[in-house]
């Protein structure tokens, strides 16, 4: 079952899920709506830690590979209120504005506004993990430290299922990527000048994902040669 950005009422230790736009969020729901347990979405709300125990958990997306997913999304995306602007710009017009320190990083009133690329690509994830800041760097490591019991990655997304449903006695069963973005080029293919511009630009966020690949991979290290041999099998099963 699932719930979307309500916060726990008579629970004991809730599951709450922090999506963070553009890191498989509605992959996620599917899976969460087959289980038996009330899981918490907060699409729209940023990480805050309850007064009682609550379960936290997310993904983290390179910021690379997730602000290229962005605007290959708006584009494609009609409802999206800034289709009509961003279809028309080059990926190098819209990494203008984010590098354009003129517009300060913080959502508009107005949804039209152009001046939400810089919410929508810089820091996001620092944003929702420290609760509400996109320079708040080490509230946001503080954060996933000390209460997320599991943070997986969009590299190793799989892995990152099989381990979240192991850890928490879940069941992903038959599955498909929703929302996938489509006819978005392979990063190989995108001006290394614009990445540079990207990852300058998300430094925060670009740590948080470094530090949060490096715990996941020893979490994977940790499984021994029979739960490492289920794990293939079930990521080739879905590959």
């Known amino acids: 079952m699932i719930e979307f950005d309500q916060r726990p009422l008579n629970e004991t230790n809730p599951f709450i899920y922090i999506h963070i736009p553009k890191t498989g969020g509605k992959t996620m729901w599917h899976l969460f709506e087959q289980q038996e ?12 830690k309850l007064n009682e125990p609550a379960t936290y958990i997310t993904m983290l997306r390179h910021p690379v590979d997730r602000v ?6 708006i584009r494609q995306y009609e409802r999206d209120p800034l289709y009509s602007k961003v279809k028309k710009m080059s990926l190098e017009q819209f990494v203008g504005w984010i590098q354009d320190e003129s517009v300060e990083n913080k959502r508009s009133k107005t949804k039209q506004d152009l001046a939400n690329i ?4 810089v820091n996001l994830s620092t944003r ?3 609760g509400g800041s ?10 996933l430290k000390k209460y997320f019991s599991f943070v997986g990655v969009i590299d190793y997304y799989l892995e990152s299922l099989y ?9 992903f069963r038959e599955f498909t990527k929703q929302n996938v973005t489509k006819n978005r080029p392979h990063l190989s293919k995108v001006d290394p000048k614009l990445i540079k511009v990207i990852e ?3 430094q925060h966020d670009l740590m948080l994902y470094r530090f949060s690949k490096k715990r996941f991979n020893k979490q994977l290290e940790l499984l021994n040669e029979q739960e490492r041999y289920e794990m293939e099998n079930w990521v080739e099963q879905y590959a």
């Open 37 to 48: 347990e009330q899981i918490h979405v907060w699409h729209n709300r940023y990480f805050r």
């Open 68 to 73: 290229i997913s962005t605007y290959y999304y």
């Open 118 to 121: 810089r919410y929508r690509t």
């Open 134 to 143: 996109p320079d708040a760097f080490h509230q946001a490591k503080k954060n």
């Open 128 to 130: 929702y993990l420290a």
């Open 163 to 171: 381990m979240m449903q192991r850890m928490y006695g879940w069941n």
């Open 200 to 202: 300058t630009y998300n």
